[in-house]
Structures are given as structure tokens and as C-alpha cells.
Nanobody
Framework: QVQLVESGGGLVQPGGSLRLSCAASGLFFRVYNVGWYRQAPGKQRELVATITRRSNTTYVDSVKGRFGISRDNAKSTVYLQMNNLEPEDTGVYYC????????WGQGTQVTVSS
């Protein structure tokens, strides 16, 4: 059974940092491209960052220079380091693993507020 489990969310003040983790099991992780998405209340889910099987990365403009995505294939885990967080970063963060099929995690809540 394939599982993606996100963790690391929480409440943080503006300017703070969080590191999200997406731990995968039940799949040959290293062949999957992985994306982090977020969904703010009342808004559509948006793509935040991606990392390919070869560790090429992309970011949405609003997080460039603040977020970093990385992967550890030995641990079947992808990370999203989020620095200098802003209230607009608030939302539920999901990871998705994609190859010939795709799998989603259940999400982790990130709230940026003073």
C-alpha cells in the first residue's frame, strides 16, 4: 500500500521558518517526481515547488528565494524548507508523487500569524 505522510506543519510568526517532510512508503521512491502544493482557505490548490527524480527543482515565483525543496532517496523523503514565512503562506500543504501514477498525502497545516 502506497502512503505519503506529510509532517512539520504548525503555527509560526511572520518571518519564521518551518521544515515540512513528505515520507513515502510502498513505492520505488527514487523514480518519482515530487511536488509540494498548498491550499489556502477559499482558494484553489496551487503548486509551490517540485523536485524531479534527478533533483531538478522549480518554484512558484512567490516563494523563490525563501523556500527550498530537497529529497533524500535513502529515506524516501522530500523536504520543503520554508524561511521568512509570510501570512500569505498559510494553508494546508500537500505532497504529490508522480510517475506513471500519482499519489497524494493527507496534508499538513501551516499557519503564519502573529
Amino acid at each position: 500500500q502506497v502512503q505519503l505522510v506529510e509532517s512539520g506543519g504548525g503555527l509560526v510568526q511572520p518571518g519564521g521558518s518551518l521544515r515540512l517532510s513528505c515520507a513515502a512508503s510502498g513505492l520505488f521512491f527514487r523514480v518519482y517526481n515530487v511536488g509540494w502544493y498548498r491550499q489556502a482557505p477559499g482558494k484553489q490548490r496551487e503548486l509551490v515547488a517540485t523536485i524531479t527524480r534527478r533533483s531538478n527543482t522549480t518554484y512558484v515565483d512567490s516563494v523563490k528565494g525563501r523556500f527550498g525543496i530537497s529529497r533524500d532517496n535513502a529515506k524516501s523523503t522530500v523536504y520543503l524548507q520554508m524561511n521568512n514565512l509570510e501570512p500569505e503562506d498559510t494553508g494546508v500543504y500537500y505532497c504529490k508523487a508522480s510517475s506513471t501514477t500519482e499519489y497524494w498525502g493527507q496534508g499538513t497545516q501551516v499557519t503564519v500569524s502573529s
